[in-house]
């Protein structure tokens, strides 16, 4: 069974995750069968924590989510993130209006059939709504019962402090990894000084660390590294396996998976943290938990950060994903 982590002052989780957003969209065809199977197997190996969002499908995965934890839910913890507008080409726009907010809870409380959520995300901050008004929403929502604990996602270092002010934050949900830290000189520490955790997500560069992925180009449209990851396009594929490579040779050492160490450099980070990597399958998300078992050496730890070196060639975004993330000051 996977160690226990806690975010914030009192939401403990296991120490590994699962992003389920990948079981619906963005990489892939889904296999709702295969799904609900490492769902399955997730909670039998004391993972248990488990973040979805309305975003993904759209609506899709917490339908799967619900379905899938019949009888189980208890046993689990459960996120989810509020905070777009849809149209016929997916998302269209941030809302983050009270009234907004209000109702995608209740609509995802039906589709999760479940009486509360876990924890609740800002999916992206709303320039259009003050951050201190968002936070009071969620803080009647946690009065009411219907939500227990408050998280955001991309948010900026100022963003996060002036929403904890109104309501304590759980949770930031941001992208961090060995590959992409972005997030090293504002954010961890305003996080480390307001005692709240860290749940990073594609904490394996969505795939890229595992050493299993493919140029952009030859993966299907439906699959986001095809358009969305410019580090999986042309010479930056190239540059960045070298890193892939560096993770591999330390995977060997420890006899795990590459995928393992990556996530274990992440555990190596702080006790705050809990990353949570995506798999809709059973044999990835089994090689991804012994990440909790692995003890890296200092040597390793340097071997690892020195692969990276200055950087990874390419942006992590294209422009349009890049817009949605906060760089309030």
Known sequence: MLHKRKLGQVLEVSALGLGCMG???????????????????????????????EAYGPFKNEELLGRALRGKRDRVTLATKFGFTFGAQGISGTDSRPSHIREVVEASLKRLQTDRIDLLYQHRVDPNVPIEEVAGTVKDLIAQGKVLHFGLSEASAATVRKAHAVQPVSALQSEYSLWERNIEELILPTLKELGIGLVPFSPLGRGFLTGKVQRAEEYPRNDFRAWGDPRFQGINFDANMRIAGVVREVATKHNVAPSAVGLAWLLAQGPYIVPIPGTKRRTYLEENLKADSVDLTQEDMETLDAARGDGVSGPRYNELFQSLVDRSL
């Open 23 to 53: 079981m619906s969209q963005a990489y892939g065809t889904p296999d709702d069968a295969e799904s609900t199977a490492t769902l399955h197997r997730a909670i039998e190996l004391g993972c248990t924590f488990f973040d979805t969002a």
